[in-house]
């Protein structure tokens, strides 16, 4: 967990567990999930899971983010896209807390009696799985013990090619009408268009992959779904072209490594929005 993190889209990160089942960047054919690259190197040390395969439980994080001061009407130097907002808060960048081996009891005590605490209710948490399957059944078992979806916990999926598009059906059966749901199509390895789930979403973050043996990002798909996403007046927001764009069938040569450094793109991809910031404050 970090007060402080270089992820563009929110201010501070919290795991309330380590580790996770796998997905399709963490396979026997395909190791490039940066979660399960860093458990590789300090798994077994304070903090961490013993490998990222097991997955482990860390109680008491989320109580500790819930304490963080608030940041509404703060400015954000180095991302001033996120000023006039409370702290966002990223749940599990290090894990799946959605992972079969964590139990609902677990959730509810952890995650939900976080965000709803006095202290907590002044943050917005924004909670990413891969398994939104199992997010649904989750909100589902809160609802049957009369406990409503909190609003300031924001659902979100990862999109990363066409078939990851079937997560975006579980995600909406998260939460209620007041719940914010929004999609990390990260990192996006081939064309995909979201134009018959906008509708239904309220934010889209985009970004290309980075690391070692990074698949290309084209330029093109970042500014199709700014379009798409501009059609549907839904805020979009490009994280990063990854550490290996491509222009017109050529790879760019960029001096960030992960392609975050939006002063080497062109004007018209620097488009970071993040819902509920007034338009007059978002960054040009």
């Not at 439980?57 to 963080?68: E, H, K, L, N, S």
């Not at 009407?73 to 896209?81: A, E, K, T």
């Not at 049957?144 to 909406?172: C, F, H, M, Y």
């Not at 490009?238 to 550490?243: N, P, T, Y």
Request: with cysteine; proline share 6%; charged share 25%.
């Amino acid at each position: 967990m970090s007060k402080t993190t270089t992820i563009q889209w929110c201010d501070s990160t919290v795991n309330p567990t380590m580790g996770c089942n796998g997905c399709e960047l963490w396979v026997p054919e395909r190791r490039s999930c940066y979660a399960g690259k860093l458990h590789e190197r300090y798994g077994g040390r304070t903090g961490y899971a013993p490998s990222f395969e097991q997955v482990t439980r860390f109680p008491g994080r989320m109580a500790q983010a819930a304490r963080w001061t608030d940041l509404a009407g703060c400015s954000r130097l180095d991302d001033p896209w996120l000023d006039g907002s409370p702290r966002l808060i990223f749940v599990s960048d290090m894990s799946d807390a959605l992972s079969k081996e964590v139990s609902f009891e677990y959730l509810e005590t952890e995650i939900i009696a976080a965000v709803t605490r006095a202290e907590g209710q002044r943050h917005r948490w924004l909670w990413l799985t891969k398994r939104p399957s199992r997010m649904a059944e989750f909100s589902r078992w809160l609802a049957a013990l009369g406990q409503p979806w909190p609003e300031n916990l924001w659902v979100g999926t990862s999109i990363t090619d066409v078939k990851s598009l079937e997560r975006i059906l579980s995600l909406l059966k998260v939460g209620d009408a007041r719940t914010t749901r929004f999609l990390s199509v990260e990192p996006q390895v081939e064309p995909i268009s979201l134009a018959k789930w906008l509708p239904e979403l309220d934010w889209v973050i985009q970004g290309g992959e980075s690391g070692p043996g990074a698949r290309p990002f084209d330029l093109e798909w970042a500014r199709s779904l700014a379009a798409e996403c501009t059609a549907a007046g839904v805020p979009y927001f490009l994280k990063q072209l990854g550490s290996h764009p491509v222009e017109k069938g050529q790879r760019l040569k960029l001096r960030d490594r992960h392609g975050g450094d939006w002063s080497e793109w062109s004007e018209e991809l620097r488009l970071r929005e993040v819902p509920g910031i007034p338009a007059q404050v978002r960054c040009q």
